[in-house]
DNA sequence: CGCTTATATAAGCGTTGACTTTTATAAGCG
DNA sequence: CGCTTATAAAAGTCAACGCTTATATAAGCG
């Protein structure tokens, strides 16, 4: 299954977003992504079971419990092959942020480039936590 | 409906690939498509559709041509969203070609980041071919 | 050991998604 | 105008997906 693929579920995005913070039982996952989708156990034992075998997480047992873990390189993939869109943003100054995350912020003072607004760049700053707002039934 | 969820697609990654290089008709991306992944007009046409309706791209439409274009917007978000894994492979060594794709080689000779960076363009028309090696049945 | 906790698997079901073939729209052109 | 080209929409089919309930495995603990 192509990581893309498996991104395409909003839950196992969520759950990536959670490991991103560092390694979790399957049980914290679960308690999170039940209050926030309302779904079961095995449901999200599924999801897990799709992030693995997808390579995007990996499992290591602890006694009774399972501590999941993001596993990089199918990002690193999709980061790739994004990488030949990002000519459409970038030179652009909305896609501000996006170079703060890259700390590159140097340039900002130095002979600049474009023109404008630079306000986009607070604004994003403050979405922290899901990014995701959708739903499921 | 999300850009990551228009993005599962293997043919519609396909088009946006070919979008990548610039506006291209209805009847050109469904001549490509249907030569690699062997699938009707009418399904090119779906797949247009998702991307419209995701946001991926704009139409204009010329006499009876219909000319397809990328737009960033939610690749943009895609992007931000991946931006929270970077850490995960940023500063190790085996990311080299990650970086490279980034053309961070920039700033390895003086930072010349000046003008309208159109090397962009050409560079990626070189190694063309698809990168999704998937297939359908 | 038997009970509970933590997690995964199995089986079944409704919905969605990606196709197909068929048909519509609409511009170009003789 | 009628015919062809370019593209989209409609309707139907089949498989895959995400969920559920029920059940299995296996470690901890009294």
């Known amino acids: 299954m192509h990581a893309f693929d498996a991104l395409g579920d909003p839950v196992r995005r969520r759950i990536l977003e959670l490991l991103s913070q560092g390694e979790q039982t399957s049980g914290a996952l679960t308690s999170v992504i039940r209050a926030e989708f309302g779904i079961s156990q095995p449901a999200i034992s599924q999801h897990l079971r799709v992030l693995r075998e997808s390579g ?19 990002l690193r993939e999709v980061d790739a092959w994004l990488a030949r869109f990002r000519g459409f943003w970038e030179q652009r100054l909305d896609a501000l942020d996006t170079e703060l995350a890259r700390g590159r912020r140097e340039r900002r003072h130095g002979r600049r480039h474009g023109g ?22």
Request: glycine share 8%; aromatic share 2%.
């Open 56 to 74: 995007l997480a990996s499992v290591r047992a602890e006694g009774t419990r399972r501590l999941y873990a993001v596993e990089p390189a199918p």
């Open 116 to 137: 404008g607004d630079a306000h986009h760049a607070a604004h994003h700053a403050a979405h922290d936590g899901r990014t995701d707002e959708e739903e499921r039934p």
